[in-house]
């Protein structure tokens, strides 16, 4: 049936999934595909999907609004699952935040549905505002992508650390007034004062300056047309700097790590607030998708009629350039409709004829609407499949055994409320 994946290239263009999925966040993406592989046998439930499908379907307005915030939303399952491993950083967080901050603007679009599934999810959904403000006052807006290096923590956020901040700056900012200093007191303008990871803080003379060096430089470093020099001052001042960067680092990584713990004590509550933005998605893509193609809200039941009024195949409708498909009237029940036998030349479309009636019923069961002008479904608990020919003679299976075996497989398996093409 290609539900997922096409057969040719097994990507998602040709298939079911790369119909509906108009899913604007990884969440729903992911909810999507559950919905497909494991379509619901319970009416009730079913109806309640439909009606939030239904809900979103019958006002555009808010659909397009509900699905302009879901865009900015990050696939906060991914997100809580990196800090719980210990591997999410700086970025990771300022992601969680800011997709957080949307959820208040996100439940006041769809504030009072009338839905009953819709009113359940909306009050699965938390603001989270502990752990919004907790990372708004601890994590600085464009963190780097390591968390070892330091950068990482508003200096205000923690005393110690502001204090270790002003430490650092303060040395920089005597740094370089020490240059201004040093060439004023050796008249040596192209004198300069630099720092290397290897060397530390150094004063750089070139040679056709050498003799203006004073008596209390100590030589550090000679190059090809310079010669590097400390101080005694500079030197003690350096390893104030260096050890008040040191202690920043150390500090800012103890810190985030505090903060990382405290997020992951809310793990639950966001997997709970992803899982439900997931399925709001869902059902909003499957009520755009519904308004894009002129779909129908199929009713639903425990018999066993299966009625189709201009039943349309999903998937190739879509595919087809230039050409209308041509609908197609089906009608099934457990009496004088049991078995329909569908002949033709070939290319007559009756692959197509047949599959389309297992892929609305499909779609019926995982609560979307169906490309139809009127159907009722009498819900089946399996769909079984045998379309097509196919050989395995590795395993000394030709092709009509193949089909055999399958057959047999369906007959041994399938119950009154199975469906089989």
Not at 70 to 78: A, F, G, N, P, Q
Request: hydrophobic content about 40%; proline content about 4%.
């Amino acid at each position: 049936l290609e539900l997922l994946a096409n057969v040719q290239d097994n990507t998602k263009r040709g298939s079911l999934l790369g119909v509906l999925d108009l899913t604007q966040t990884a969440m729903g993406g992911r909810k999507l595909r559950q919905y497909i592989i494991e379509p619901l046998t319970d009416v009730e439930r079913i109806r309640a999907r439909q009606e939030g499908v239904e809900e979103f379907f019958s006002d555009s307005l808010k659909r397009g609004k509900v699905r302009e915030v879901l865009k900015k939303i990050s696939d906060l399952e991914r997100l809580i699952s990196r800090l719980c491993c210990g591997t999410a950083n700086g970025r990771d967080l300022v992601s969680l935040k800011n997709s957080l901050k949307l959820i208040p603007k996100f439940k006041e679009l769809i504030a009072e549905p009338k839905s009953q599934m819709l009113q359940q999810l909306l009050k699965e959904v938390d603001d989270l505002k502990e752990t919004v403000d907790l990372i708004e006052d601890a994590i600085v807006p464009e963190p780097p992508p390591t968390i070892k290096e330091g950068g990482i923590i508003k200096p205000e956020y923690n005393g110690e650390l502001n204090e270790l901040y002003q430490m650092a700056r303060g040395g920089k900012e005597w740094v370089a007034e020490l240059e201004a200093k040093e060439r004023r007191r050796t008249g040596i303008n192209s004198l300069k004062v630099g720092y290397t990871s290897v060397f530390g803080y150094y004063i750089e003379v070139t040679k056709a300056n050498l003799k203006q060096v004073p008596t209390d430089y100590i030589r550090k470093q000679t190059l090809i047309n310079a010669e590097r020099f400390v101080t005694p001052e500079l030197k003690e001042k350096e390893a104030l700097i260096l050890g008040a960067e040191e202690r920043k680092v150390e500090l800012e990584y103890r810190i985030f790590q505090e903060i990382r713990d405290k997020i992951v004590r809310e793990a639950g509550k966001i997997q709970q607030v992803a899982r439900a933005i997931g399925e709001i998605d869902v059902l909003s893509s499957l009520a755009e998708v519904a308004a894009n193609n002129d779909y129908v809200k199929p009713t639903l039941n425990d018999g066993e009629v299966i009625s189709i009024k201009a039943g349309r195949h999903p998937v190739v409708e879509k595919m087809l350039m230039g050409e209308k498909f041509v609908p197609n009237d089906t009608y099934l029940d457990g009496c004088e409709n049991q078995i329909l036998i569908i002949t033709g030349p070939n290319m007559a479309g009756k692959s197509t004829y047949i599959r389309q009636v297992a892929l609305i019923v499909l779609m019926a069961q995982m609560g979307s609407f169906v490309p139809a002008e009127q159907a009722t479904i009498g819900t089946v608990d399996r769909i079984f499949t045998r379309i097509s020919t196919r050989d395995s003679i590795a395993r000394g299976e030709s092709t009509f055994m193949v089909e055999m075996i399958e057959t047999a497989n369906i007959l041994n398996n399938a119950t009154p409320k199975s469906l089989l093409i």
